[in-house]
């Protein structure tokens, strides 16, 4: 089975921009995390999809939302993106909910917003 | 809300030794998980357990429920197991039902 894949790998924006990222989970799972990894605060939780419904958010602002397609896929969109927002973005998906399931990771995407 | 303490930051062994990382968690979980991130960003998910012990090769991870703590050993080190380790704790219910909570994550650098 082919692993977590993730669009773009790499991406640079200015400030004000907006970013659409996008993540395709390992074929039969149906749940969808995202998650931000910064030096500083570590991996943070930011939302998980399962069924196309999304279960839970962390402590992000508006600006960060995402969906889960029906085939599983998901995109997370950070809309006015400010210098802060840099970080990799990683992506995990599970066959059932990510809390209590094995998590398969993407490779991640790294935003730089300059 | 939950507290994921790991212990210590960094680390650093000879090749051989035997390596424990701790990780303790304030509130009752559903699950825990063990990750490991190499350099360059990949994390791959090495245990996920609620209750026990579990072994995959040269890993063990352990958890104890009532002291709300878990423990990754890593048996007979090698240089390749360089890598940042990281705890998660996840919930089944209540308000933080579907998050994940993280570790700062533990540092290990093995010298050949």
């Known amino acids: 089975k082919a692993g977590v894949t993730q669009t773009p790998r790499y991406l640079i924006k200015t400030r004000g921009q907006q970013v659409t990222l996008s993540c395709s989970p390992i074929s039969g799972h149906r749940s969808v995390s995202w998650y931000q990894q910064t030096p500083g605060q570590g991996l943070q939780f930011l939302f998980e999809?399962?069924?196309?419904?999304?279960?839970n958010k962390g402590n992000f602002p508006g600006r960060f939302s995402g969906r889960q397609f029906s085939n599983s896929r998901s995109e997370m969109n950070v809309s006015t993106l400010e210098l802060g927002d840099s970080a990799l973005y990683l992506c995990?998906?599970?066959?059932?909910?990510?809390?209590?399931?094995?998590?398969?990771f993407g490779p991640g995407t790294r935003l730089t917003v300059l | 809300k939950n507290e994921v303490e790991q212990s210590p930051q960094n680390l650093t062994a000879q090749e051989g030794e035997f390596i424990t990382i701790n990780c303790s968690y304030s509130v009752g979980i559903s699950a825990l998980h063990w990750l490991q991130q190499h350099p360059g960003g990949g994390i791959v998910s090495l245990f996920m357990l609620s209750s026990g012990k579990k072994k995959h090769g040269r890993l063990i991870a352990t958890i104890n429920i009532q002291e709300k703590h878990s423990s990754l050993h890593i048996t007979a080190s090698h240089p390749r197991d360089s890598a940042v380790y990281i705890c998660a704790v996840g919930y089944a219910g209540g308000t933080s039902y579907g998050k994940l909570t993280f570790g700062q994550g533990t540092i290990l650098t093995v010298h050949p």
């Open positions: 995990a998906s599970s066959l059932g909910y990510s809390s209590t399931d094995t998590q398969y």
């Open positions: 999809y399962f069924s196309e419904t999304q279960r």
